[in-house]
T-cell receptor, first 112, second 118 residues
Framework: TQLLEQSPQFLSIQEGENLTVYCNSS?????LQWYRQEPGEGPVLLVT?????EVKKLKRLTFQFGDARKDSSLHITAAQPGDTGLYLC????????????FGTGTLLAVQP | KAGVTQTPRYLIKTRGQQVTLSCSPI?????VSWYQQTPGQGLQFLFE???????NKGNFPGRFSGRQFSNSRSEMNVSTLELGDSALYLC?????????????????FGPGTRLTVL
């Protein structure tokens, strides 16, 4: 059972365009993390959000945690070829466990 | 600070064999989690260790096992390999506790071990 659904699954855009990736669940999470993964490598942590409604910015990337802590979004402004990769959201329940529930993933290709 | 290291990076085995994968967490991190990544199922949680104790286990058969040593290094073992075990196996380390309190479970991943079962 996949608890975190990401959309879109695939996205191919031109350099300079903006995009938004969505991560949705019917479950509440205590934290939501976003990762980017490149072929043959492990996921690299981009950001962690923990408060409902929280917005975090990382250069051209803006992350938002839904008010009810069930969903999140990642917005990229003026995408660059270096943004190409697999974007994964992952929800944590907190407490005495580090188990993460991963989303289905969004494969982004930014064409120069 | 060195990141998470996993060895070996690549493995080729045949059905029925067993395999042991190793993970060294970031210095100071006491929690190690293992995940399996496949194209069809994505990233799935295998198990988590903290202070040499398994804290949580995913929905995988008993052929998948793991352990953690006193220096926080961890190994996972898969016995009686099946074709469907071909995957990228990822290890993630986390601080888990700071000043005696559980902290947000930010996890840092290693590069993975690519296992191919023939």
């Amino acid at each position: 059972t996949q608890l975190l659904e990401q959309s879109p699954q695939f996205l191919s855009i031109q350099e300079g365009e903006n995009l938004t990736v969505y991560c949705n669940s019917s479950s509440v999470f205590s934290s939501l993390q976003w990762y980017r993964q490149e072929p043959g490598e492990g996921p690299v942590l981009l950001v962690t959000v923990v408060t409902g409604g929280e917005v975090k910015k990382l250069k051209r990337l803006t992350f938002q945690f839904g008010d009810a802590r069930k969903d999140s979004s990642l917005h990229i402004t003026a995408a660059q070829p270096g943004d190409t990769g697999l974007y994964l959201c992952a929800g944590g329940r907190g407490g005495a466990t580090n188990k993460l529930i991963f989303g289905t993933g969004t494969l982004l290709a930014v064409q120069p | 600070k060195a990141g998470v290291t996993q060895t070996p990076r690549y493995l080729i085995k045949t059905r029925g064999q067993q395999v042991t994968l190793s993970c060294s967490p970031i210095s100071g991190h006491r929690s190690v989690s293992w995940y399996q990544q496949t194209p069809g199922q994505g990233l799935q949680f295998l198990f988590e260790y903290f202070s040499e104790t398994q804290r949580n286990k995913g929905n995988f058969p008993g052929r998948f096992s793991g352990r953690q040593f006193s220096n926080s290094r961890s190994e996972m073992n898969v016995s009686t390999l099946e074709l469907g075990d071909s995957a990228l196996y990822l290890c993630a380390s986390s601080l888990a506790k700071a000043s005696g309190r559980w902290v947000n479970n930010e996890q840092f991943f290693g590069p993975g071990t690519r296992l191919t079962v023939l």
